[in-house]
């Protein structure tokens, strides 16, 4: 028997999405703090000493955080070669913005205590909010999209072809629904940041982070709940009809697709998915609780719960699609038709289950180490070697 049929086409697949979804919310677990702290940066400190706190409780941390970011990219370049050629291309003016905006972020980290010039130091803040507050709306404004479906097509020999000019694969994006998950994924990432300055920080920089961390999680389940009566009363959902093989060749053309009156059906499919969006709102009035409460280590739980919870509704409830198409539901990428052969699949996964848990222990003991707050003392008596 060949190794790699120990472990079936179908449930292989299934793995590879489950993954991707981890790394996912690995990424915004880790980096989504990075993110919320740089986008609270200008608001909490009002002195170059408070700006300092809140830029070293991220500063040890930010780079291995953003590794979660590549290993989500390269996860789906290998196991899920269509969606990373259709998803790049389409996104590509908004991907271009998010990396530039990730490539400003650690020269603005190295450079913006370089100066005493008060201007200077002024203008990296700034660059670092904006490296923080980007990436954070626009990856929602992605999901927005991605969730309404986006507008293309596979010629028959699985050349892909984009709807419109090449300025609306940016400017299309920012649709009412799409700008409305953009306000979801930015305020759960401030409440976030908000919640790790309240572990790490103290003194004003904290008292700052819980007073705007409490709004920021009010709106963030406000516009999660929003957005999920939108989801149910005004927006198509899709389904695959007819018979399909799960197990079958990567070819999207050979499944036929259909709109349907909501995406909301996956919960009377499945029920057990109600878990997920009651998780993020649970989480997010929680986190809102333990700010106001002064809560530390629970309150970057609860938040951590909030953003598990909002991401996993979003895969939950659009399985088995991973990408669909507005123009031709017919050309739209699922779990059953994009992925990449049985035999890559298994030893992707075969590499994953040995480095995967090197990568948690070494992180975990990263974070050990560095555990512990953030002072007015560290920065001004380590002025020379720390951001």
């Known amino acids: 028997m060949i190794l790699h049929d120990l472990l079936s086409y179908e449930l292989l697949r299934v793995i590879w999405w489950g993954l991707l979804g981890v790394l996912l919310i690995g990424f915004a677990l880790t980096d989504g703090f990075d993110m919320g702290v740089g986008a609270l940066l200008p608001f909490v400190g009002r002195s170059d000493v408070e700006r300092r706190i809140a830029i070293n409780t991220v500063g040890p941390v930010w780079e291995g955080n953003q590794v979660w970011f590549i290993l989500g990219g390269g996860a789906i370049f290998a196991a899920w070669p269509p969606l990373y050629a259709v998803s790049f291309s389409g996104f590509y003016l908004a991907m271009f913005v998010v990396l530039a905006a990730f490539i400003v972020r650690p020269v603005a980290f190295k450079y913006r205590s370089k100066r005493d010039d008060p201007r200077w130091r002024s203008a990296w803040d700034w660059a670092l909010f904006a490296s923080g507050a980007v990436p954070a709306l626009l990856f929602g404004v992605a999901v927005g999209n991605v969730i309404q479906g986006v507008p293309f097509h596979f010629t028959d020999d699985l050349h892909t072809i984009y709807e419109g000019a090449w300025y609306m694969k940016f400017i299309g994006l920012l649709d009412p629904f799409s700008l409305l998950a953009g306000a979801v994924s930015l305020a759960m990432l401030v409440m976030h940041g908000a919640a790790w300055l309240t572990l790490k920080a103290e003194g004003p920089v904290q008292a700052r982070a819980r007073a705007i961390g409490s709004v920021a999680a009010l709106m963030a389940v406000a516009s999660y709940s929003l957005a999920g009566l939108w989801l149910a009363f005004g927006i198509e959902g899709f389904r695959i009809v007819g018979d399909y093989a799960t197990g079958g060749p990567s070819n999207p053309l050979h499944f036929q697709v259909e709109r349907t009156a909501s995406w909301l059906t996956a ?3 499945r029920p057990w998915i109600i ?59 699922t779990v059953w038709n994009s992925s990449s052969s049985h035999l890559t699949l298994f030893v992707m996964l075969a590499v994953t289950l040995i480095f995967m848990p090197l990568i948690l222990m070494y992180t975990a003991w990263v974070y050990k180490v560095l555990w512990g707050k953030v002072t007015e003392a560290d920065v001004s008596g380590n002025s020379h070697s720390v951001y």
């Open 267 to 269: 919960y009377a499919e």
């Open 275 to 333: 878990l997920a969006p009651a998780m993020g709102i649970l989480g997010g009035l929680l986190t809102f609780l333990g700010l106001r409460a002064g809560r530390e280590v629970s309150t970057l739980l609860f938040s951590k719960m909030a953003i598990l919870g909002v991401i996993s509704s979003v895969g939950l409830t659009m399985f088995p699609f991973i990408m669909p198409s507005s123009s031709d539901p017919r050309s739209s990428l």
